[in-house]
């Protein structure tokens, strides 16, 4: 039981160029997230999805897009990268709104 | 706008000290309080708190919540140096999309 495992751990992009992280999760999970975290700050909140075929903003989505075709994948899309982009990404998943949250390992995005 | 504030930012201890955590949170529609435990990656749930006055706990680590006042306390009792880790604290809202809201965290680090 792999859990919620994104992809990839480490980027480096160049100013203006664009990249999917890959999210998937196998606990047939409903309601997935996207969250950045900068350092010595908390979690903030991108797109979230309460279903397949469902998402919606979360605190700061600007530069970013989502989709969720299926149940399992839930791919954060970022066009024109921006050096305010660098951060640890997490995608996290739960059960329908209990709250305790499954997050995968980070993915650390660099922009330069 | 939704605000959780945890406190100290950091905290510095030797082993055999306990230690409290503090978050006190201001929001819409409150639901539930979690804590996390963030290590090298991922974040990790320790507790979910829903009623006041009922102590949550696990081995050396316990919480309680005061919905009246606000706030959450993670107590951590006889410290080692695994405890060394970013404390997050997150208010689950009551919305259909279980989306929470997380403050900055707490770094907490053991000193032998």
């Known amino acids: 039981n792999a859990g919620v495992t994104q992809t990839p751990k480490f980027r480096i992009l160049k100013i203006g160029q664009s990249m999917t992280l890959q999210c998937t999760q196998d606990m047939n999970h409903n309601y997935m997230y996207w969250y950045r975290q900068d350092p010595g700050m908390g979690l903030k909140l991108i797109y979230y999805?309460?279903?397949?075929?469902?998402?919606d903003k979360g605190e700061v989505p600007n530069g970013y897009n989502v989709s969720r075709s299926t149940t399992e994948d839930f791919p954060l899309r970022l066009e024109l990268a921006a050096p305010s982009q660098t951060s640890v990404y997490f995608c996290a998943s739960s059960w329908e709104r209990t709250g305790e949250l499954f997050f995968g390992e980070g993915s650390r995005l660099t922009v330069l | 706008e939704d605000k959780v504030v945890q406190s100290p930012l950091s905290l510095v201890v030797h082993e055999g000290d306990t230690v409290t955590l503090n978050c006190s949170y201001e929001?819409?529609?409150?639901?539930?309080l979690l804590w996390y435990k963030q290590e090298k990656k991922a974040p990790t749930f320790l507790f979910m708190l829903?009623?006041?006055?009922i102590e949550k706990k696990s081995g050396r680590l316990s919480s309680i919540l005061d919905k009246k006042e606000l706030f959450s306390i993670l107590n951590i009792t006889a410290t080692q140096t695994g405890d060394s880790a970013i404390y997050l604290c997150a208010v689950l809202i009551n919305t259909n999309a279980g989306k929470s809201t997380f403050g900055d965290g707490t770094t907490l680090t053991v000193k032998p």
């Open positions: 929001v819409t529609n409150f639901r539930s």
């Open positions: 999805s309460v279903g397949a075929g469902i998402t």
């Open positions: 829903t009623s006041s006055g």
